[in-house]
Structures are given as C-alpha cells and as structure tokens.
C-alpha cells in the first residue's frame, strides 16, 4: 500500500486512495448496515420472547395503584382517670356488757334437830342467824295482838321431839290469813330471847324470831 492508501486502524474500515474502484467499498458499507439491521432484530425478539420458543410476553399498560378506602379508625374515647375513693373504715366500738349483778335473797339456812335445840338453849348467842323454820300455831288472839303469833316449832314439818314453843313477830299484813292450828313454813331471823306469860299466868322465855316470809302448808 502506497503513501496515498490509509486504512482506518479503529472501525476496520477504510477509504481508498483515489483513482481506484469505489464499488467495494460501497458493497462494505452495505453489508454492516444489513449486519446491524439483523443483530438489531435479534436482540428485539430475544427481547420479546420470539427466540427460544417462549410465550411472547404481553406488556399490560401500567394502572395506578387502585386506592382502597379505608374506614377511620373511631376516635380514641378519653377517659379521665378519677380516683377510687377510699372508704375510711369504720371503727366499731365493742362493748362489753356488764353482766348485771343477780340479786339474790338472803339465804335461810335449814336445821336438823339438834341445830335447833341448839338455838333454842341461848337464843341470844345466835342472833342473827337466818333459819327455815315450820311449826303449828298454839296462840294467835288479841291478847298477842295482830302481828304476834306463840307456835310450837321445829326443824320440820311434822313434830317430833324437838318440837318447842317459840314466838313469831312479824307484818301484819303477812299474818292476816292466819289462825291458831295453821300450820306454816317460815324464814325468819333470830332476835334473841323474848319472855311469854302462858294462861296459867307462868312467864317463862322462848326464842323471839321475826318473820320474812312465811307460807300455809295443808
């Protein structure tokens, strides 16, 4: 190749020096249009899924994403906190009772035989003494007087050997239903010594005892 030739070192193609036939170079140029072209329409149809027997893809115009309506949450109630209210409690005194004195009547004491010819012997040492006494009433008259009575007297309510006379004094009130031959339980106090004239116009001293209580026995 002469000075005048030059071939492009980049593309592979070159111009001829002048003076010579333009035809193959015109045949060059072409045949890498027709080369492009082909190389073009292959890619297009890998592209498009022609190559290789796969399913042509359909391209599908893009929608907008269909807004989908949303229902509103419900506001959100506020709810004010109130404090719980303490309930303060309550104090409940407890009382005792004081339990109530029981009260109880004096207590008359019961004899047996010799107990009482005991106190019948010295009257006046035993004063005092609270007894249970029985007895049959020997004298209830004016010359006693509405609040005496003379009654023979024991430990029980059937004489017996320790039966002895003895005077009563009591309420009158207590002894208006009573008679001479009444017999009577009575709890009485001993006084002391107490002298009785009899009818026989004879003194002589009994124990004196004043009655409480006294009851008719049938």
Do not use: C
């Given at each position: ?61 893009a929608r907008p994403a269909e807004l989908v309506p949303t229902t509103k949450p419900p506001a959100a109630t506020k709810v004010k906190a109130v404090p719980a209210r303490t309930t303060k409690p309550t104090v ?54 509405a609040d005496r009575f003379l009654a023979l007297t024991g430990p029980t309510p059937y004489q017996d050997s320790s039966v002895v006379a003895a005077a009563f004094r009591g309420n009158p009130k207590l002894l ?43």
């Amino acid at each position: 190749m002469s000075q005048q030739e030059w071939i492009s070192s980049s593309s592979g193609y070159g111009k001829p020096a002048s003076g010579r036939n333009k035809l193959p170079y015109v045949l060059g140029t072409l045949g890498a249009l027709v080369a492009f072209f082909v190389v073009g329409v292959m890619v297009v149809a890998a592209a498009a899924g022609v190559i290789g027997g796969g399913a042509p893809i359909e391209i599908v115009e893009a929608r907008p994403a269909e807004l989908v309506p949303t229902t509103k949450p419900p506001a959100a109630t506020k709810v004010k906190a109130v404090p719980a209210r303490t309930t303060k409690p309550t104090v409940t005194k407890t009382t005792t009772a004081k339990p109530k004195p029981t009260r109880t009547g004096p207590t008359y004491k019961e004899l047996d035989a010799r107990t009482w010819l005991t106190i019948v012997k010295d009257p006046d040492a035993h004063s005092g003494d609270r007894i249970l006494i029985y007895g049959r009433i020997a004298q209830f008259d004016a010359a006693t007087g509405a609040d005496r009575f003379l009654a023979l007297t024991g430990p029980t309510p059937y004489q017996d050997s320790s039966v002895v006379a003895a005077a009563f004094r009591g309420n009158p009130k207590l002894l208006k239903n009573f008679v001479k031959d009444d017999l009577f339980q009575a709890n009485a106090v001993v006084l002391g010594t107490t002298a009785y004239r009899t009818l026989d116009g004879v003194t002589t001293k009994v124990p004196d005892l004043r009655i409480k209580s006294i009851k008719a026995l049938s």
